[in-house]
């Protein structure tokens, strides 16, 4: 299972940014995808998480409010729109997958697929 992110970019504060991920060989509406980060000096942390069926979605309490996490099926790929961006939110942006078909957030499997990051930097 290979997965992509990408999106990520310069902002300034206040600003958003959506970020794709992108899962070739697999069909994402089969399965949760979760969005994690790490900023310089600190742990992986989940920022959101999307079941396979959309019916349950997940978001840390510092994004709850400002990200939404969604699919589009009929590209195969889950986006995280983020919206009045924030300079603690600078930090690597990935995606996984636990790789469970119909599993739901949050997963009881632990994530076992990642794609490489994609930098989001908030500055002015």
């Known amino acids: 299972v290979q997965l992509q992110a990408s999106g990520g970019g310069l902002v300034q504060p206040g600003g958003s940014l959506r970020l794709s991920c992108v899962a070739p060989g697999i069909s994402v509406d089969y399965y949760l995808i979760g969005w994690f980060r790490q900023a310089p000096g600190k742990e992986r942390e989940g920022v959101a998480c999307i079941s396979h069926s959309e019916d349950t979605t997940y978001y840390v309490d510092s994004v709850k409010g400002r990200s939404t996490v969604y699919r589009d099926n009929a590209k195969n790929t889950v986006y995280l729109q983020m919206n009045s961006l924030k300079p603690e939110d600078t930090a690597v942006y990935y995606c996984?997958?636990?790789?469970?078909?119909?599993?739901?957030?949050?997963?009881?499997?632990?994530?076992?697929?990642w794609g490489k990051g994609t930098q989001v930097t908030v500055s002015s």
């Open positions: 996984a997958t636990d790789g469970v078909v119909g599993s739901n957030c949050p997963s009881s499997y632990g994530m076992r697929y």
